[in-house]
Each structure stands twice: as structure tokens, then as C-alpha cells.
């Protein structure tokens, strides 16, 4: 708000999720933003988003200028999305101005056809019903009707003084060839516009993936670069949240526990609260167990807690939860606890991050797992799965939420796989999980590998798994290379399980 007034240019919030704070509190108020993108970018969505973002937020009517499809087409599409647009027209809150070709209307050169018609139409609309917001879809529509570029740029600007001169804040929107070429498709819409914003369909591996950038905003601020945005079915336009992440999270000295009294004691006295902590192992070794016993011990303790499954369905967890003495399904009953299992391949990196945003803001928990990491990446590219892991982090540092990620690494290292190197740097917590041989059997191995802020146990100790859950045990003496994946032995390695009685001892203390 302070660059708003500061730059004399004050700012009309789009209500948009996401789209105000890239926009630096909205779109400049009384002035023209032109939305450039290719097919499929959601162009017209965003335009009509901000006209029904407008009314239901703020109360202020708005008129929908259509080129391109006809006023009933677009009812139609905008039902889909929940927007009951007929609805609003009845009460003078939302009205069309079509001016979409027919069938049979003959191609007309200039000389013979100006916008003045249309104009006085869009003038006479928005005084009727008092509006505040006008969109117009699409400019490219129009160039059929003028064989002179230079007749089509005064006509578009007059249209654009004229909704100025009402103080109305419009939204036009304009066709693109070409992802990063140039900015509109005849290169003559975005003259007419003091403010641009450009939308993105790119094909990124074998996904379509939605970006946004406010290329320009004239005398006012605006974020910079490009934002993933995905269209939810009854919600519309949402960006993704790494938009939004600063280093503003609060720092809590409260400790919450594991679900485990012994890894507590690993930690220091548990888990701060609010904290994020990684737990990385090769498979079989007891990172969904943990993750079980972590949101289960917030729902005996009454803490709500959501736990995101992208591997096993929600009877599943429930089957081996209890298989450790774990009730999920009395817990979900009770509403202390939510199970929340999806196919990591059913929506995108994006989409999954909408709607994992969506479901804590509506369950509102205080601890949150995620259950893996591993199967969200399959398929992602570096920077997809980097965006994603950056936009889950703001949402629960931002709602002071524990919480509790697992990640797949068959390396054991916890910090040098391709998946952890994204976000060891961002947790306050590392729990590297690790198959060992000794004596010709197998058996796993726990070690705290980082801690922030706090005085861990360093050892390296014996895990194991029964009816009851996770256990921590003896330290593991006489090994060496175990979390560096090393093939390294000192002596005749054994675990001296009788010399780690005072160990064991001092943890369950």
C-alpha cells in the first residue's frame, strides 16, 4: 500500500487469489490492463474472475464486453465455474455487451465500420447499472473488421478513453502466437495499454504448465518474473502460493512430540513447534510409520492434524496405522484427524498445491504430513518440483504449522539425493532413516542429522518395528560409513547392544 501512494497511482484489488500480491495490492484504478496470452492460457477466465471477483468481494457491478463468443456461450462456460452470472444480470449487477460476429456478417473494411456504435453501447451499459469493472474479450476479434492498423489503434483507444473518462478499471484481453515472442499477436493491442500482463501455456515434459507475469504496470510496483497459476473447477483462477514466501515465519520454543518419546529425545525435547522436518530413508525403513505416529499423537493430544497420502489410499494407512496401535478411523471421526489420499499423476504439481492450500485452510490443523515427496516428483521437472516444494513451505510456515515431509532416498544420505538437496536447506529438522547388514541380517538405522536451533543427539542407533510402532534402540558402535552409504566397516562390526544400556536409558529419561 505504501508503493501505491507513494507512485500518486492507486491500486483497484483484483480479489484474485495470489494475483494482488504480484500485483502489489491490484490493477491500477481507472486505467486499462491488457491480459496477452495464447489459446488455452486463461485469458478469459481471468477477465470475467476479476468482474465476479469484484462483485462478490466488493459489491461492484461490472460489464463483460464480448468480440470473440457470444453473451450465451459465455454464460454457459462461467456456470461451469459456479458463477451464477444469469443471476446477477436479473439484478443489474452484471451485464454483456455483445458485439460477437454472426454466421452471416460480411467482412467489412474501415472507411465503412468504426467502433462509435459500440462504444455508445458500452457507455450507456455502465451507467445503467452504476458499474465499477468492465472486461473485454478479445481485441483479436476486431481485426477483422479493419484492413488498416493504424484505424484499429485509434479505435481501440477510444474505446479505452471512453471507459477511462467513467472511471471504470478494464481488463482487455488479446491472442499470442508464441509463449515468448511477442507480446500480443498483431502487435498493436498493447500500445492502447499502460499495463500489461502476460499469460503462459508452456509445455514443460509431458504437462501443460499455466504461468503468469506482469510484464508492465506504468508508474507503479509490481513483483517480477513469472508465477504458476492453475484453473480449479468452482473456484477459478488460484496462483500458486511460492508467490508469496518471506522470511517473516514466527520462531517458536515450544516443543511438540513425534508421536515417539525416544526420537524425541533424540531432538532435544521434540519437535518445535511450527518447524518442518524431513524424514528421508530408502524404502521399508519406517518414514510413513513416522509420519502415522506423528499426526497420530497430535490427534490424541487433541491438535488437529491432515495427512496427505500421494502412495497408499486412506484404508490403507488406516489398516497399518492400526497394525500399530493406531485407531485412524475412530481419530477421523472424531475430527481430530483427516486423511487426504490422491494419485500423485491424477493432477499436476500445481494443482496438488492448490489444493493442499485449500484443504489446511479449511480443515485449519495444526500438523500436517506429507506422505512422499518422492511420488509428487515422478514425472516433474527440477523446477516444477522446486516451485512446489517452496509453496507447500510458505503455507505452513506462514499458518504456524508443524510439519512433517517424507522423502524416498536410496543413497540413505538424507542430503545429497536429487529430491532432498531442494529442501534441506529450508527444514529445521533432518531424520535419515538407513537399512544396515550386521552379522548377516538386516536392520535399520536412525540418525538426527540436523537440528535447528537446538542440541541433538548425534549417534547413529538401532530402529526396529512391531505392533506397537517405531522403536528406538541401542547407538550402533563399531560401523562406520552408514549415512554416507559407504561400504565401510571398523573391525569386526557388531552392535554393542550391552554397552548402550546408559544410552537407552538416558533417552527414555
Known sequence: MSDMRSSGIEKLPSGIQGLDVIADGGFPRGRTTLVAGSAGSGKTTLAAQFLVEGLRRYGEPGVFVCFQESADDIRRNFASLGWPVGEWEAASLWAFVDASPTLDEPVVESGSYDLGALIARVETTVRRIGAKRAAVDSLGAVFHRFSRYDVIRAE??????????????????????????????????????????????????????????????????????????????????????????????????????????????????????????????????????????????????????????????????????????????????????????????????????????????????????????????????????????????????????TALFTVTDEQGTGATCAISAQIASMTDCIIVLRHIETLGQMTRAITVLKMRGSAHDKTIRELTVDGSGLHVGAALHGLSGIVAAADGRAGNAVVERAASEEAQASLQD
Open 156 to 401: 481501440l483507444a477510444r474505446l479505452t478513453l471512453a471507459l477511462g473518462r467513467l472511471g471504470v478499471t478494464t481488463v482487455m484481453t488479446a491472442g499470442r502466437d508464441d509463449e515468448y515472442g511477442r507480446i500480443s499477436r498483431h502487435g498493436v493491442e498493447e500500445i492502447v495499454s499502460d499495463n500489461i500482463i502476460v499469460l503462459r501455456n508452456a509445455l514443460e515434459g509431458e504437462r501443460r504448465r499455466r504461468t503468469l507475469e506482469v510484464l508492465k504496470f506504468s508508474g507503479t510496483s509490481h513483483r517480477k518474473g513469472e508465477y504458476p497459476f492453475s484453473v480449479m473447477p468452482d473456484a477459478g483462477i488460484a496462483i500458486v502460493p511460492v508467490s508469496d514466501i518471506q522470511l517473516r515465519q514466527h520462531a517458536s520454543t515450544t516443543r511438540v512430540g513425534s508421536g515417539n518419546s525416544s526420537l524425541d529425545a533424540m531432538c532435544g525435547g521434540g519437535f518445535f513447534r511450527g518447524s518442518i522436518v524431513l524424514v528421508s530413508g530408502a524404502t521399508g525403513c519406517g518414514k510413513t510409520v513416522m509420519a502415522t505416529e506423528f499426526v497420530g499423537c497430535g490427534a490424541e493430544h487433541g491438535e488437529r492434524s491432515l495427512l496427505f497420502a500421494f502412495e497408499e489410499s486412506s484404508e490403507q494407512l488406516a489398516r497399518n496405522a492400526a497394525g500399530h496401535g493406531l485407531d485412524f478411523d475412530a481419530e477421523q471421526r472424531s475430527g481430530r484427524l483427516r486423511v487426504i489420499a490422491a494419485c500423485p499423476e491424477a493432477r499436476s504439481l500445481d494443482d496438488h498445491l492448490i489444493a493442499i492450500e485449500a484443504a489446511i485452510d479449511e480443515f485449519r490443523p495444526r500438523r500436517v504430513a506429507v506422505d512422499s515427496f518422492s511420488a509428487l516428483e515422478r514425472g516433474s521437472t527440477a523446477k516444477l518440483f522446486r516451485d512446489f516444494v517452496l509453496g507447500l513451505a510458505a503455507i505452513v510456515r506462514e499458518r504456524h504449522i
